[in-house]
């Protein structure tokens, strides 16, 4: 607790100065004035990554300063939540928030070192993205039904590899077992990239991620897709039912991503990284890249987001709970 007080103190000392000092203020706002680090918490190759980077070489080239991303895998997400928590707030440190860190962490984690609540400033919503449930092709079903009874019919003896605890493919998964009575064993992993690996190799049998990580090896071959997590098919591929339309009523999930900066990050900056991220999301390279993928881009303000994330942490809160969902 001392050191989410600490955190909170410094921020309200940044905050204090920021407010005193209006011309300073004013000049922040002119967002960047030097180079940006986009924290993402997982390895590369997976769908975080792809988001990030795909808005950070749109934000580099509308400001003329460098925006890089840098992948710090560890803990859940905790790594780099930490590491931006402390960062210094005015703009040039901003990190890549998503369901697990957000809304997840908060009830599956007995204790953090911030309060993700409290020692953050929601900037936008970059994207929301399906989930999609893949076996190896090795795995002796064809569909999603064949897949749940061949599961029932061999408790235990399979694995599903996620990119990590509080991942969203630990999440997508977990609920899945939830609703359909499977029992099948979570392998954590550091990142989409290196469970891929194994999965690909058939080590793993199974996995739920999104599309900008796993559409060329379904479209290869190398991986089945059973289901999605959707409400509603996607385009990518109608052929693919959704888990709902199976018998699980209600069911959905799917990845969601947004930018975050540490609290006591002036109000103008936040306006200016949120418009900005607009504008990017508006490019034909991201729009496009985003249509392959089945990926619906955000660019709200705020205060919509912050919106957005209280309705995910009471829907994640709950499941959490009903799943018993722990870090493995």
């Given at each position: 607790m001392k050191n989410v007080f600490s955190i909170r103190r410094r921020r309200l000392i940044a905050a204090t100065a920021a407010a005193v000092a209006l011309p300073a203020a004013r000049a922040q706002a002119a967002w960047p004035t030097k180079p940006v680090r986009f924290l993402v918490p997982f390895a590369p190759g997976g769908t975080s990554e792809i988001v990030a980077r795909s808005v950070a070489a749109e934000l580099t080239r509308q400001s003329g300063q460098n925006?890089?991303?840098?992948?710090?895998?560890?803990?859940?997400?905790?790594?780099?939540?930490?590491?931006?928590?402390?960062?210094?707030?005015?703009?040039?440190?901003?990190?890549?928030?998503?369901?697990?860190?957000?809304?997840?962490?908060?009830?599956?984690?007995?204790n953090q070192p911030?309060?993700?609540?409290?020692?953050?400033?929601?900037?936008?919503?970059?994207?929301?993205?399906?989930n999609v449930f893949v076996i190896h092709p090795d795995v002796p079903a064809q569909n999603f039904k064949e897949f749940v009874s061949y599961v029932k019919a061999n408790p235990g003896k399979l694995n599903y590899g996620s990119a990590g605890n509080a991942s969203a493919g630990h999440l997508a998964m977990e609920y899945l077992k939830l609703?359909?009575?499977?029992?099948?064993?979570?392998?954590?992993?550091?990142?989409?990239?290196?469970?891929?690996?194994?999965?690909?190799?058939?080590?793993?049998?199974?996995?739920?991620?999104?599309?900008?990580?796993?559409?060329?090896?379904?479209?290869?071959g190398k991986l089945r897709a059973i289901a999605v997590g959707t409400q509603q098919r996607i385009a990518a591929m109608p052929d693919v039912p959704t888990v709902a339309e199976m018998g699980y009523k209600d069911f959905e999930t799917s990845q969601w991503y947004g930018i975050l900066a540490p609290v006591g990050t002036p109000a103008q900056v936040v306006k200016k990284i949120?418009?900005?991220?607009?504008?990017?999301?508006?490019?034909?390279a991201?729009?496009?890249?985003?249509?392959t993928d089945n990926a619906v881009g955000g660019g709200g303000p705020p205060a919509?987001?912050?919106?957005?994330?209280?309705?995910?942490?009471a829907i994640w809160s709950d499941i959490v709970k009903r799943a018993q969902i722990k870090a493995d």
């Open positions: 925006v890089y991303v840098e992948n710090k895998p560890g803990g859940a997400g905790v790594v780099a939540m930490v590491e931006a928590a402390h960062a210094a707030p005015d703009g040039h440190t901003i990190i890549l928030g998503h369901v697990g860190t957000l809304a997840v962490n908060p009830y599956m984690l007995a911030y309060d993700v609540n409290r020692d953050f400033v929601p900037v936008t919503l970059l994207a929301k993205v399906p609703v359909t009575g499977m029992f099948i064993t979570h392998i954590p992993y550091r990142g989409t990239g290196p469970q891929l690996t194994d999965l690909l190799a058939g080590r793993t049998q199974a996995s739920s991620a999104g599309m900008p990580a796993l559409g060329a090896h379904i479209r290869a949120q418009e900005e991220s607009f504008k990017a999301l508006k490019s034909s991201v729009t496009e890249r985003f249509a919509e987001f912050a919106a957005f994330i209280k309705r995910e942490q």
